[in-house]
T-cell receptor, first 112, second 115 residues
Framework: KQEVTQIPAALSVPEGENLVLNCSFT??????LQWFRQDPGKGLTSLLL?????REQTSGRLNASLDKSSGRSTLYIAASQPGDSATYLC???????????FGTGTRLQVFP | EPEVTQTPSHQVTQMGQEVILRCVPI?????FYWYRQILGQKVEFLVS????????KSEIFDDQFSVERPDGSNFTLKIRSTKLEDSAMYFC?????????????FGQGTRLTVV
């Protein structure tokens, strides 16, 4: 059974820092991995999708990497801003199922 | 940019009442999903829907739940007799394809409060 965990659970940093958020999954037979942002009480905004054949994806200040064999993905946020404050979720798509399995999330606060 | 739209944003209902949550997926998407997030917990899968039938459902999705695509645009989740533990944020999502190299797009959610 696929389990997805994220560390740290919470992170508070000053503006301008480069950040790394971690996502681990137990079953490496994944189809893809997607990173989302969730603002308090709001929906899920897709940030990046990494297909199983890829090692990384970039969008603006965000870079996500995938190491299937070790069951890990990282989300790198460059030059963090207060507007980046949110909860970041990773979700794994696996073979033989339609569903995404979500991680526990990392709650990020970037202060000025 | 295309988006998934959900209504209402917040619904309060009495225990035992029926509720219908509505979603308009992205227009050219073929696969539709409902997820829920109980406060402070993980987002969890409820059901997937394709070609007018349920493709997959979780253990949570019991006989009290049903889904429907009544027309070419709406996708609904019905809870027949709500319980206190149904209180959660419900998210609708859609994808162009199933699994594979396809990005899932989520709506803003409906916060359901059962009193």
């Amino acid at each position: 059974k696929q389990e997805v965990t994220q560390i740290p659970a919470a992170l508070s940093v000053p503006e301008g820092e480069n950040l790394v958020l971690n996502c681990s999954f137990t079953d490496s037979a994944i189809y893809n991995l997607q990173w989302f942002r969730q603002d308090p009480g709001k929906g899920l905004t897709s940030l990046l999708l990494i297909q199983s054949s890829q090692r990384e994806q970039t969008s603006g200040r965000l870079n996500a990497s995938l190491d299937k064999s070790s069951g890990r993905s990282t989300l790198y946020i460059a030059a963090s801003q207060p507007g980046d404050s949110a909860t970041y979720l990773c979700a794994v798509g696996s073979y033989n199922t339609d569903k995404l399995i979500f991680g526990t999330g990392t709650r990020l606060q970037v202060f000025p | 940019e295309p988006e998934v739209t959900q209504t209402p944003s917040h619904q309060v209902t009495q225990m035992g009442q029926e509720v219908i949550l509505r979603c308009v997926p992205i227009s050219n998407h073929l696969y539709f999903y409902w997820y829920r997030q109980i406060l402070g917990q993980k987002v969890e899968f409820l059901v997937s829907f394709y070609n007018n039938e349920i493709s997959e459902k979780s253990e949570i999705f019991d006989d009290q739940f049903s889904v429907e695509r009544p027309d070419g645009s709406n996708f609904t989740l019905k809870i027949r007799s709500t319980k206190l533990e149904d209180s959660a944020m419900y998210f609708c999502a859609s994808t162009l394809e199933s699994r594979g190299n396809t990005e899932a797009f989520f709506g803003q959610g409906t916060r359901l409060t059962v009193v």
